[in-house]
């Protein structure tokens, strides 16, 4: 198995699923001959040609709304939007058309297609380059929306995405993208969009999270005393989320921590604590925690380390459900 | 001196050359009295053709009257009327190849949708609430009418991507009025259909009027086809209540699509001679003899002129066309409102292929939203349950 970081593990899926696929397009602003801005398509156009991988005009409407068009006429178009804080021009193609067209046309049209999108904060990027917009996506009904933290789960999620039938938001936060390296199996694997990983095993209190977090999560569990056992969450789809493995976590520890980058309120943390109470009322110890971003623009990156849950924030909420 | 930019005296005197220099044709075949012209009108439509059309016209402002009838008698809801943009419709989409070619319609070319295939009773199922209006049928090579104004020609420039990547020989054609040159995504349509030379042909139904806001309003441009230029697409203003025009520039266009020549924009200066729709007014904001004027232009009236002269029709053969559109009509509505309630499911079921998410089945098989006793392990919760 080779090693690869979250930016190759997604360029070989890419890669891998064009040399199975011909119906797979991959279509954004410069995606072709530069690779993209984090090169996470370096190499396919050489491999590809330009015809399937495509240096679109620099328009983000235009990108999802001709990818939807693609996706009507039989293809498996994958655009990438450069940023997440550039998905606003999109949004209406997106939610308006791509979520709606399945439901709206009783399942006659149908929009399989991958959007692209890299995420989350604390790679010191300029302004509305450092968002986590997931909840607003997870609320729109049609979508699916999924958040890959490591390299296998990259591949396998991609693998799923490009192969759902239906529109999926595919979120790479971006502090991850070279932050480590594993090793990928080869070869066809999918992971099934809505199934959470059980990062690690604990009796005490559950932790949930996705994207960059699980490393903030992991080293808080790191910093604590060796008799605190943490069960730690990787969500990896945001919709459709896995309640089962959060809900018989939570029935098993008593105690839960919510941390996501995004601001507290209307969070996805919100959904996942409303659903602990409503399903674990009995079982819970303490009150389910939020650790999240703040309530406010997400600042520039001289403040982003004291905006984003980093560990010691993480921390302190763990031994505060634990000493309830 | 220098380094004064545009200031500089100098840079005025300079000689300038011309960058770019472009014209706009016009196209009218058949005036508003019925008089063909001739030479334009050579290898355009046959008798037999303008007949079929002109019967097409008088079923489907029949069928406009009865859906604008239904609304108000609490049968239908809100309804945008197409009258008076019938020729803009069936001219274009007869150019077109029906199950080959593919229609991306906004709701005011019903009859192009019709001339392709969809049952005409979609349409009234759409506005009677019912999502199977949308349920376009296999074979019928067209999307449901698009809400958001502007949206939907990204779409058709993406589905002629396609064809182009696979190399069929389809083209497309999508449709939509002057407000909509306003919004970003019709720009963003015609660069991507241009910068990809896709197989698109972009109509405009320019029936001058944006809800209440008229063409005057709603963009400096003399024309609607020169913003063709901006995109290096062929561009060209015809008269849209005009079948030989309409349907020429068309087919032009489309031919050109077809051998590779990329997309290219018409201009149909035709007219909304109804409310925007059902829940609209237009006397608040309309001059009536504007109104008057262009009922004047009414491509049934003119198309029924032409015709009598040719001595292809007469009262007679206009009676037995008006008693057939009424049986037409009635069958279509009978089949819109003969179908049964659809299912309170087919509001889940449509979400997502396959499998629904857990708590979306949940909330489909309890039609609720609240999670009291839905979970047996929650025992106090089945004990509260139980106290009411």
């Given at each position: 198995?080779?090693?690869?970081?979250?930016?190759?593990?997604?360029?070989?899926?890419?890669?891998?699923?064009?040399?199975?696929?011909?119906?797979?397009?991959?279509?954004?602003?410069?995606?072709?001959?530069?690779?993209?801005?984090?090169?996470?398509?370096?190499?396919?156009?050489?491999?590809?040609?330009?015809?399937?991988?495509?240096?679109?005009?620099?328009?983000?409407?235009?990108?999802?709304?001709?990818?939807?068009?693609?996706?009507?006429?039989?293809?498996?178009?994958?655009?990438?939007?450069?940023?997440?804080?550039?998905?606003?021009?999109?949004?209406?193609?997106?939610?308006?058309?791509?979520?709606?067209?399945?439901?709206?046309s009783?399942?006659?049209?149908?929009?399989?297609?991958?959007?692209?999108?890299?995420?989350?904060g604390?790679?010191?990027?300029?302004?509305?380059?450092?968002?986590?917009?997931?909840?607003?996506?997870?609320?729109?009904?049609?979508?699916?929306?999924v958040?890959?933290?490591?390299?296998?789960?990259?591949?396998?999620?991609?693998?799923?995405?490009?192969?759902?039938?239906?529109?999926?938001?595919?979120?790479?936060?971006?502090?991850?993208?070279?932050?480590?390296?594993?090793?990928?199996?080869?070869?066809?694997?999918?992971?099934?969009?809505?199934k959470?990983?059980?990062?690690?095993?604990?009796?005490?209190?559950?932790?949930?999270?996705?994207?960059?977090?699980?490393?903030?999560?992991?080293?808080?569990?790191?910093?604590?005393?060796?008799?605190?056992?943490?069960?730690?969450?990787?969500?990896?789809?945001?919709?459709?989320?896995?309640?089962?493995?959060?809900?018989?976590?939570?029935r098993?520890?008593?105690?839960?921590?919510?941390?996501?980058?995004?601001?507290?309120?209307?969070g996805?943390?919100?959904?996942?604590?409303?659903?602990?109470?409503?399903?674990?009322?009995?079982?819970?110890?303490?009150?389910?925690?939020?650790?999240?971003?703040?309530?406010t623009?997400?600042?520039?990156?001289?403040?982003?380390?004291?905006?984003?849950p980093?560990?010691?924030?993480?921390?302190?909420?763990?031994?505060?459900?634990?000493?309830? | 001196?220098?380094?004064?930019?545009?200031?500089?005296?100098?840079?005025?005197?300079?000689?300038?050359?011309t960058?770019?220099?472009?014209?706009?044709?016009?196209?009218?075949?058949?005036?508003?009295?019925?008089?063909?012209?001739?030479t334009?009108?050579?290898?355009?439509?046959?008798?037999?053709?303008?007949?079929?059309?002109?019967?097409?016209?008088?079923?489907?402002?029949?069928?406009?009257?009865?859906?604008?009838?239904?609304?108000?008698?609490?049968?239908?809801?809100?309804?945008?009327?197409?009258?008076?943009?019938?020729?803009?419709?069936?001219?274009?989409?007869?150019?077109?190849?029906?199950?080959?070619?593919?229609l991306?319609?906004?709701?005011?070319?019903?009859?192009?949708?019709?001339?392709?295939?969809?049952?005409?009773?979609?349409?009234?199922?759409?506005?009677?609430?019912?999502?199977?209006?949308?349920?376009?049928?296999?074979?019928?090579?067209?999307?449901?009418?698009?809400?958001?104004?502007?949206?939907?020609?990204?779409?058709?420039?993406?589905?002629?991507?396609?064809?182009?990547?696979?190399?069929e020989?389809?083209?497309?054609?999508?449709?939509?009025?002057?407000?909509?040159?306003?919004?970003?995504?019709?720009?963003?349509?015609?660069?991507?259909?241009?910068?990809?030379?896709?197989p698109?042909?972009?109509?405009?139904?320019?029936?001058?009027?944006?809800?209440?806001?008229?063409r005057?309003?709603?963009?400096?441009?003399?024309?609607?086809?020169?913003?063709?230029?901006?995109?290096?697409?062929?561009?060209?203003?015809?008269?849209?209540?005009?079948?030989?025009?309409?349907?020429?520039?068309?087919?032009?266009?489309?031919?050109?699509?077809?051998?590779?020549?990329?997309?290219?924009?018409?201009?149909?200066?035709?007219?909304?001679?109804?409310?925007?729709?059902?829940?609209?007014?237009a006397?608040?904001?309309?001059?009536?003899?504007?109104?008057?004027?262009?009922?004047?232009?009414?491509?049934?009236?003119?198309?029924?002129?032409?015709?009598?002269?040719?001595?292809?029709?007469?009262?007679?053969?206009?009676?037995?066309?008006?008693?057939?559109?009424?049986?037409?009509?009635?069958?279509?509505?009978?089949?819109?409102?003969?179908?049964?309630?659809?299912?309170?499911?087919?509001?889940?079921?449509?979400?997502?292929?396959?499998?629904?998410?857990?708590?979306?089945?949940?909330?489909?098989?309890?039609?609720?939203?609240?999670?009291?006793?839905?979970?047996?392990?929650?025992?106090?919760?089945?004990?509260?349950?139980?106290?009411?």
């Open positions: 198995m080779p090693e690869m970081n979250l930016v190759q593990a997604i360029n070989h899926a890419l890669a891998f699923e064009m040399e199975r696929d011909d119906r797979v397009v991959v279509l954004g602003e410069d995606v072709g001959l530069n690779g993209g801005v984090f090169r996470v398509t370096e190499g396919l156009q050489a491999r590809f040609g330009a015809e399937r991988v495509v240096d679109t005009p620099l328009a983000e409407s235009g990108i999802m709304g001709s990818a939807i068009g693609l996706a009507m006429a039989g293809m498996r178009p994958v655009p990438e939007i450069q940023f997440e804080g550039f998905l606003g021009p999109a949004y209406d193609q997106l939610v308006n058309h791509a979520a709606r067209y399945r439901s709206r009783r399942g006659a049209i149908t929009i399989p297609m991958t959007v692209r999108v890299p995420v989350g604390g790679i010191h990027a300029p302004e509305l380059h450092s968002d986590s917009p997931e909840a607003i996506y997870a609320h729109h009904p049609g979508l699916k929306v958040m890959p933290s490591t390299p296998s789960d990259a591949k396998g999620l991609l693998l799923a995405a490009i192969r759902d039938p239906d529109p999926v938001v595919y979120f790479e936060p971006k502090r991850v993208y070279r932050s480590f390296k594993e090793d990928v199996p080869e070869g066809d694997f999918e992971i099934e969009i809505g959470a990983k059980v990062v690690s095993e604990g009796a005490d209190v559950t932790v949930v999270t996705w994207g960059a977090t699980v490393f903030q999560c992991l080293a808080a569990m790191d910093a604590m005393p060796e008799d605190v056992s943490v069960e730690l969450i990787d969500l990896r789809s945001i919709y459709p989320w896995d309640m089962d493995c959060v809900i018989e976590s939570v098993k520890t008593g105690r839960c921590v919510v941390v996501h980058e995004a601001p507290k309120t209307c996805f943390g919100a959904e996942v604590s409303s659903t602990i109470q409503e399903h674990c009322f009995l079982n819970l110890h303490a009150p389910v925690q939020r650790v999240t971003g703040f309530d623009v997400m600042p520039y990156y001289k403040l982003e380390l004291e905006y984003l980093e560990s010691p924030r993480i921390k302190g909420a763990v031994e505060q459900v634990l000493a309830y | 001196m220098t380094g004064r930019g545009a200031h500089s005296g100098i840079y005025w005197d300079m000689p300038r050359k960058a770019y220099e472009a014209k706009i044709e016009y196209l009218q075949i058949l005036d508003e009295h019925g008089n063909l012209d001739k334009l009108a050579k290898d355009t439509l046959t008798d037999e053709e303008v007949l079929s059309l002109f019967e097409s016209m008088v079923i489907y402002r029949h069928l406009d009257e009865v859906a604008f009838k239904l609304q108000r008698s609490g049968r239908m809801g809100t309804y945008p009327q197409n009258k008076g943009q019938e020729a803009a419709a069936l001219g274009t989409a007869f150019a077109a190849k029906k199950g080959v070619d593919f991306v319609p906004c709701y005011r070319e019903n009859a192009a949708l019709f001339l392709h295939g969809l049952p005409p009773h979609y349409i009234l199922l759409h506005w009677m609430g019912d999502e199977r209006g949308n349920q376009i049928p296999q074979g019928v090579n067209c999307t449901p009418l698009s809400i958001p104004i502007g949206t939907q020609m990204l779409h058709a420039a993406g589905i002629a991507w396609a064809y182009k990547i696979r190399k020989p389809r083209c497309v054609l999508t449709y939509f009025g002057d407000g909509a040159t306003s919004e970003g995504d019709f720009h963003e349509a015609m660069n991507f259909a241009s910068t990809q030379q896709a698109c042909v972009f109509i405009c139904q320019n029936n001058q009027w944006a809800i209440s806001v008229p005057e309003i709603q963009m400096n441009s003399e024309t609607v086809a020169q913003k063709a230029i901006a995109y290096g697409m062929p561009g060209i203003q015809v008269d849209g209540n005009d079948l030989f025009a309409v349907y020429k520039a068309s087919r032009e266009a489309l031919d050109r699509a077809r051998a590779g020549g990329g997309p290219s924009f018409i201009e149909g200066v035709t007219y909304r001679l109804a409310d925007h729709t059902t829940a609209d007014d006397k608040r904001y309309r001059d009536p003899k504007e109104v008057e004027a262009w009922i004047g232009k009414d491509p049934v009236i003119r198309h029924r002129k032409y015709l009598e002269s040719k001595g292809l029709w007469n009262a007679e053969k206009q009676a037995a066309t008006d008693e057939r559109a009424k049986k037409i009509v009635s069958e279509i509505v009978k089949a819109a409102e003969g179908i049964e309630k659809p299912l309170v499911t087919d509001i889940f079921n449509y979400t997502f292929a396959g499998e629904l998410p857990a708590e979306l089945k949940r909330q489909r098989d309890t039609m609720q939203t609240h999670s009291l006793g839905q979970d047996p392990s929650q025992v106090g919760l089945q004990q509260g349950a139980a106290m009411h």
